[in-house]
């Protein structure tokens, strides 16, 4: 297995794309770091099923970004993927959801890479992925914190690309679409709330007439995407926003 004796620290990672990720890179032998909230029990038989550590670091305080990092140690893979989201008009936009959504989808990446990046840099090897999303290339109404947030991250993963273009690490996106996780189910009564909706509505013609193939996409194709930006084969990509998004975006 290609990733043996490689640590990888995976956000958000206790339920949806993040736990995919995080099987899929220990199927290729890497050792997994999960992270997130969640029921105990449920998070202990996560761990137990893939020999992987836990912290349950809030990511949104700076103190024990920190201290996740330092006990992690030198992690060859980062994978920022944790977030969150909230659908409302921007006049109606509560200022506390905008401060969760940046500091957790934007901020967190920030300090998780600038933490990484030092031992990366020392091996002369590191893989930094970001799950940022069709919405870090295009924008829909009443998101307006979610869509700065994946622009940002974007933005945030060329400008790390550069600077250690020539070190062995390398930084990229995965653009996901609508992929069927709690953070997309989650968002539905919300989107129902705001465009007057019915729930099969929601889905059938806002999530769903967004993705040209009609289908949600998997968090296992996401997997597959990021185990390929670990492989050496995949050392001169770097700087790249991957869509996997069902055309989406080619529209």
Not at 2 to 18: M, N, R
Not at 133 to 146: D, G, I, Q
Not at 192 to 208: F, T
Not at 231 to 246: H, L, M, P
Request: some cysteine; hydrophobic content about 45%; charged content about 20%.
């Amino acid at each position: 297995m290609f990733l043996d004796g490689k640590k990888a620290l995976i956000t958000g990672s206790t339920s949806g794309i993040g736990l995919a990720v995080a099987r899929s890179l220990r199927a290729e032998g890497a050792e997994v770091v999960l992270n997130g909230f969640g029921d105990a029990g449920e998070i202990a038989k996560l761990c137990a099923e893939l020999g992987a550590s836990y912290s349950g670091a809030d990511l949104t305080d700076v103190a024990q970004v920190e201290e996740m990092m330092a006990e992690a140690g030198g992690v060859d893979i980062l994978v920022n993927n944790a977030g969150t989201q909230h659908v409302s008009p921007v006049e109606d936009f509560p200022i506390d959801k905008w401060n969760l959504i940046i500091a957790l989808n934007l901020t967190a990446a920030f300090h998780t890479t600038r933490l990484a990046v030092p031992a990366m840099k020392e091996k002369g090897w590191g893989r930094i992925i970001n799950t940022a999303s069709a919405h870090s290339l295009t924008a829909s109404p009443f998101k307006s914190a979610y869509n700065a947030s994946k622009h940002g991250i974007a933005g945030f993963t060329k400008t790390i690309a550069l600077e250690l273009a020539q070190t062995g690490v390398t930084a990229n996106c995965i653009s996901p679409g609508y992929v069927w996780t709690p953070l997309i189910e989650g968002q539905i009564p919300d989107t129902m709330k705001a465009r007057g909706l019915s729930r099969e509505e929601v889905i059938n013609d806002v999530l769903l007439a967004k993705q040209p193939t009609k289908k949600f996409v998997q968090p296992e194709e996401v997997g597959a995407l990021a185990v390929f930006l670990c492989r050496e084969e995949a050392g001169n990509v770097t700087g790249a926003n991957w869509s996997i998004d069902g055309g989406w975006t080619a529209e």
